[in-house]
């Protein structure tokens, strides 16, 4: 059953099996012969392809151990005869299977070797295909960083090999990429490139996933005319196909984000009926549950109908983040009904479910990372073994210079005391150079990560990753940045982000809070970490009320050259794992629900205002003058409660706010 949160890897994967096998699906008759062939072929080349062939046909019929225990003989049988052409398909092969598995750091394992292998032999065409497939798996895992690299390498290598269908799939990847990342203007820039491609592929699924993300892109920016225009003419090609249902739920979500409940009701059962009739029952779960949230407010009795049935599906399908949200929507309705004691415990079932969720994605995403950290760690082991070898060398051409000393010293007493004065020098000169080279790297190193976490790294080669249970989380994003740096040179964009980014720094340092990272125009920091503090919320609010004055002492500044742009700012409190992302170039980063719900913060907030979620407003309302926006809809997470932060209570407050900062010291 397709999982729609992971619709375009999926694409990409379907594309990938296509070109790879052509129209060999999986007949039984068809693996059974092949099985028959490779036990009586020679042990040569031809036997590697014929095991690569079956590997596939059984990964077709999801017979996923089988094709791997056959993708395994290739590779054996590749490594004895030097077929690395082969060998790289076979590792290609068992990837997609444990991808299937969702064992995803033998995907990367596996996926990683396959392409070094291509890399190795030149074949562009294996290479742009492996850093596609990659590009989905860090997709997967939400590191999108790292998916847009693969993503661009695999443009780049397709559009050299003049291959449409791999170019079209990189195109509509990198769009969903800068989709998932709220850079919507970028977005539709790449899913619009795609366009000239369509006519002459004639391709269903490309159309539909090109058609579907723009509709994608333009509900996220509330522009749900357009958004229903293009959702439409998805449903019309997809008709005949198991998305038909799927497209109906959206149509109708959006109707219903324009304020045509009566329709987008009719769309819900339409949505259903297909459906039911097409025996799927995921679809059936989601549409139920879109069509409750619509009755919930207006109609809770009609509301609790259709969560009741679609809970009893869920529950039958295992669909636990789906059954999460039943779970929130009937406590929701039993509140608007009156029946407070079903709605405490549904409450509670929401809440269960939701920390089971959250700790199965966090594990699984650490397992990703941690192999993530210690292939990079491989690879950086190989460069201190060359650094040794440099420095032996090094120490073995200063030990010549001592023997040419020495035997110079028998001759003359002068060239003695010359030699013995100029290795003094030389010697104090190196060391000089080393130390001053041994100060600059730990300084980097500091300027990079926590120092807590830098001594960790010098002193035991790696950091543990470390689950912090409370923990404020902040994002600001400039408004309009894309279209206001279209305008400038790169010299004065760069200039520009400078300027902000800097002063932010010092806001960091003031309230001795921790500077993430910076993605783009968005500036990411935390506070309660590395060391875990009682008033992070508190001075998290301040920096966030710092960084909007910021922003509006630089409007006022009319000769600097500065740019005037809005700000927006989002924050967020609640547990989160930290920990150190690769070798080469060390990265400290979070990851947690309380992240990406302090994302959502920001891109839900208005410009020059800071925008809060219920956990931190209950932190900081005592001190703290908060407004109530009410409950707004939030994507993947539904209605959530929302504060704008108006300055501090009272007087004797606002006198004492700079004890944050001193505190902060």
């Not at 012969?33 to 036990?39: A, G, I, M, T």
């Not at 396959?114 to 798996?137: K, P």
């Not at 008709?239 to 497209?247: L, Q």
């Not at 030699?419 to 150079?433: D, E, Q």
Request: aromatic share 10%; net charge negative.
């Amino acid at each position: 059953m397709i999982d729609y949160k992971k619709r375009t890897y999926i694409l990409m994967v379907t594309s990938l099996l296509l070109l790879v096998s052509g129209s060999l699906w999986g007949q039984n008759t068809r693996i059974d012969s092949l099985k028959n062939s490779v036990q009586t072929r020679l042990q040569d080349t031809t036997k590697v392809d014929a095991l690569n062939t079956l590997s596939l046909e059984l990964i077709q019929i999801d017979e996923l151990d089988q094709a791997k225990t056959y993708a395994d003989q290739a590779i054996t049988l590749a490594d004895a005869l030097g077929f690395k052409k082969g060998k790289a398909y076979a590792l290609k092969h068992k990837g997609i299977a444990e991808y299937y598995q969702g064992k995803y750091k033998e995907v990367l394992e596996n996926w990683t070797q396959s392409m070094q292998t291509f890399e190795a032999i030149q074949d562009t065409l294996g290479i742009a295909n492996l850093s596609s497939n990659l590009g989905g798996v860090y997709y997967d895992q939400g590191s999108l960083a790292k998916a847009l690299d693969y993503y661009l390498k695999s443009l780049s290598l397709s559009e050299k090999l003049q291959d449409p269908v791999r170019v079209t799939t990189a195109l509509l990847n990198i769009g969903s990429v800068f989709s998932q990342t709220n850079d919507y203007d970028k977005a539709l820039d790449y899913y619009k490139q795609v366009e000239p491609y369509l006519a002459d592929l004639n391709s269903i699924q490309l159309q539909s996933a090109y058609l579907w993300g723009l509709g994608e892109v333009y509900s996220k920016k509330n522009d749900h005319e357009n958004a229903l225009k293009y959702y439409k003419e998805a449903l019309i090609i997809n008709k005949d196909t198991p998305d038909y249902a799927h497209i109906l739920t959206s149509i109708g979500k959006e109707e219903r984000q324009i304020g045509n409940v009566q329709k987008a009701i009719e769309f819900f059962h339409m949505a259903y009926q297909t459906a039911k009739d097409s025996n799927q029952p995921l679809d059936q779960v989601r549409t139920l549950l879109a069509l409750g949230n619509t009755y919930k407010n207006s109609n809770p009795k009609k509301a609790l109908e259709v969560y009741k049935t679609a809970e009893h599906l869920a529950i039958e399908i295992e669909t636990n983040e789906e059954l999460r949200d039943i779970y929130q929507g009937m406590a929701l309705a039993y509140d608007a009904a009156g029946d407070y004691k079903n709605a405490y415990a549904y409450q509670n079932k929401y809440l269960e479910l939701k920390d089971s969720i959250f700790n199965i994605k966090t594990d699984d995403k650490i397992r990703g990372l941690q192999f993530d950290f210690e292939l990079d760690k491989k690879q950086d082991e190989i460069g201190l073994l060359e650094k040794e070898a440099v420095i032996t060398e090094l120490q073995a051409k200063r030990q010549k210079y001592v023997i040419y000393g020495t035997v110079a010293s028998l001759v003359v007493l002068f060239v003695l005391a010359m030699g013995a004065l100029n290795r003094y020098r030389y010697i104090k000169k190196t060391n000089k150079i080393i130390e001053n080279e041994k100060n600059r790297s730990e300084n980097l190193l500091r300027n990079i990560l926590p120092d807590e976490t830098a001594l960790e790294l010098k002193e035991h080669g790696k950091v543990q990753a470390k689950k912090f249970e409370s923990v404020t989380v902040m994002f600001t994003d400039f408004k309009g940045f894309t279209r206001y740096s279209e305008s400038l040179s790169p010299e004065e964009l760069v200039q520009a982000v400078d300027y902000f980014f800097s002063k932010f720094d010092a806001v960091m340092d003031k309230y001795g809070l921790e500077k993430i990272k910076t993605i783009g125009d968005a500036y990411m920091c935390a506070g309660g970490l590395p060391f875990p503090t009682e008033d992070h919320h508190l001075k998290m609010v301040q920096a966030g009320f710092e960084i909007a004055q910021i922003m509006e002492d630089a409007k006022k500044n009319t000769t600097g050259g500065i740019m005037n742009i809005d700000i927006r700012i989002g924050i967020n409190t609640g547990p989160v794992v930290a920990g150190v992302v690769g070798t080469r170039k060390f990265a400290y980063d979070i990851w947690g629900d309380a992240v990406n719900v302090a994302s959502r913060m920001e891109s839900m907030s208005e410009p020059g205002k800071v925008n809060v979620s219920e956990s931190t407003y209950l932190l900081i309302k005592d001190t703290y003058k908060c407004e109530h926006r009410g409950q707004i809809h939030v994507k993947n997470k539904g209605m959530m409660d929302m504060y704008f932060v108006h300055g501090l209570k009272n007087k004797e407050q606002s006198e004492n706010q700079s004890v944050i900062a001193i505190n902060a010291e």
